[in-house]
């Protein structure tokens, strides 16, 4: 139906052209009149038919312009639902390690303390699953700061970066069950405001220390950390290791003795002030903290992790986001009383 106005239009312009082309011609004057006429009526009736068919393809338009917006629509939420699968999955895959993971009892006051020790069985021996001696000296007895700083870039996205929260909070209680006074503090980091612009190292909305180093209680640290909100910007890593050396300084048990100090980076990029990484991670050893960098993809720059982290074998690496749940039975293998990790 659309083709055959098509073609009618395109005839009755050939016939407008024609009878135009005969009223041009020299003859009589009342068949020169006659011929204007025929042209004058072609030329409404063509223009009735263009119209139409102008018409009928806006209509034809709109319906195609209406059915791409539910195809995209039904794409949407198509991808919607495979984020929600992918969730879902990650959700199952880390209440699958938990099962492979015997957490230490409730101690006698009933408490569930994230600090809290170990239950001892008569024999007085540890229910508690412990790191061998060889590999801690003497785990439980010293106290341990464990600042965690996030990547909050946005290459890491939404969805990525509540998978880095889950994996905070299992890593977390694993080192609780393997020491007996350890406390917690959770950084994000993304961008920074350069002073010129008025703003100071305390005044950095996007280098923020989400919780406070000190001791939480299992459900207050899990409520915390699922509660900190993902940034999205830049990859400000030297700034953000500043803002972790202000958080052992303050800490009630800086300069402690049996006092070590733990942080537990996580990037999936390259620092955007790659050029101060390395003054900034020596500000760190030269308060005795001891670093480790998880790098995340293939986007990261390992020579910047190992700058951060100081020896090469605290560089840990994870293909992807959801194998970071495989990091988890090796992170605190490395945490040793006597501070030589």
């Given at each position: 139906?659309?083709?055959?106005?098509?073609?009618?239009?395109?005839?009755?312009?050939v016939s407008?052209r024609?009878?135009?082309?005969?009223?041009?011609?020299?003859?009589?004057?009342?068949?020169?009149?006659?011929?204007?006429f025929d042209t004058?009526?072609?030329?409404a009736?063509a223009?009735?038919?263009?119209?139409?068919?102008?018409?009928?393809f806006?209509s034809?338009?709109?319906?195609?312009?209406?059915?791409?917006?539910?195809?995209?629509?039904?794409?949407?939420?198509l991808?919607n639902e495979?984020n929600?699968l992918?969730?879902?999955?990650?959700?199952?895959e880390?209440?699958?390690?938990?099962?492979?993971?015997?957490?230490?009892p409730?101690?006698?006051?009933?408490?569930?303390?994230?600090?809290?020790?170990?239950?001892t069985s008569?024999?007085?021996?540890?229910?508690a699953?412990?790191?061998?001696k060889?590999?801690?000296d003497q785990?439980?007895?010293?106290?341990?700061?464990?600042?965690f700083?996030?990547?909050g870039?946005?290459s890491v996205?939404?969805?990525?970066?509540?998978k880095?929260?889950?994996?905070?909070?299992?890593v977390?209680q694993?080192?609780?069950a393997?020491f007996?006074?350890?406390?917690?503090?959770v950084?994000q980091?993304?961008?920074?405001y350069?002073q010129?612009?008025?703003?100071?190292?305390?005044d950095?909305?996007y280098i923020?220390?989400?919780?406070?180093?000190?001791?939480h209680t299992?459900?207050?640290?899990?409520r915390?950390?699922?509660?900190i909100?993902?940034?999205g910007f830049?990859?400000?890593?030297?700034?953000?290791?500043?803002?972790?050396k202000?958080?052992f300084?303050n800490?009630?048990?800086f300069?402690?003795?049996?006092?070590v100090?733990?942080?537990?980076?996580?990037?999936d990029g390259?620092?955007?002030d790659r050029?101060?990484?390395?003054?900034?991670a020596?500000m760190?050893?030269d308060?005795?903290?001891?670093?480790?960098v998880?790098?995340?993809?293939?986007?990261?720059?390992?020579?910047?992790?190992?700058?951060?982290?100081?020896?090469d074998f605290r560089?840990?690496r994870?293909?992807?986001?959801?194998?970071?749940q495989k990091l988890?039975?090796?992170l605190?293998?490395y945490?040793t009383?006597?501070g030589?990790?």
């Amino acid at each position: 139906m659309y083709l055959s106005k098509v073609i009618f239009a395109m005839g009755l312009s050939v016939s407008i052209r024609y009878v135009s082309a005969q009223s041009d011609q020299p003859g009589d004057g009342e068949e020169t009149a006659q011929s204007k006429f025929d042209t004058l009526t072609l030329q409404a009736i063509a223009m009735s038919a263009i119209h139409e068919v102008t018409a009928d393809f806006e209509s034809r338009l709109n319906a195609t312009k209406l059915k791409l917006e539910r195809a995209l629509t039904e794409i949407q939420g198509l991808k919607n639902e495979n984020n929600i699968l992918a969730n879902g999955l990650s959700s199952l895959e880390i209440k699958l390690e938990k099962l492979n993971y015997q957490k230490p009892p409730n101690n006698t006051t009933g408490s569930t303390d994230i600090l809290a020790e170990p239950a001892t069985s008569a024999t007085g021996s540890s229910n508690a699953p412990k790191l061998d001696k060889a590999e801690t000296d003497q785990p439980g007895e010293c106290l341990v700061d464990v600042m965690f700083a996030l990547d909050g870039s946005g290459s890491v996205s939404p969805t990525n970066f509540e998978k880095v929260k889950r994996w905070v909070i299992d890593v977390a209680q694993r080192i609780s069950a393997s020491f007996s006074d350890v406390q917690f503090g959770v950084l994000q980091y993304s961008h920074y405001y350069i002073q010129e612009e008025g703003f100071e190292d305390n005044d950095q909305p996007y280098i923020r220390t989400e919780i406070r180093l000190g001791y939480h209680t299992e459900a207050e640290f899990e409520r915390s950390v699922s509660d900190i909100s993902f940034m999205g910007f830049t990859t400000f890593t030297a700034a953000a290791l500043r803002e972790v050396k202000n958080n052992f300084v303050n800490s009630r048990n800086f300069k402690k003795s049996g006092n070590v100090q733990v942080l537990i980076l996580l990037t999936d990029g390259r620092a955007t002030d790659r050029n101060d990484l390395d003054q900034s991670a020596q500000m760190l050893r030269d308060i005795d903290v001891i670093p480790f960098v998880v790098g995340v993809g293939e986007a990261v720059d390992v020579s910047e992790l190992k700058t951060i982290a100081g020896e090469d074998f605290r560089v840990l690496r994870s293909p992807d986001f959801l194998d970071l749940q495989k990091l988890n039975i090796n992170l605190e293998r490395y945490i040793t009383c006597d501070g030589s990790a």
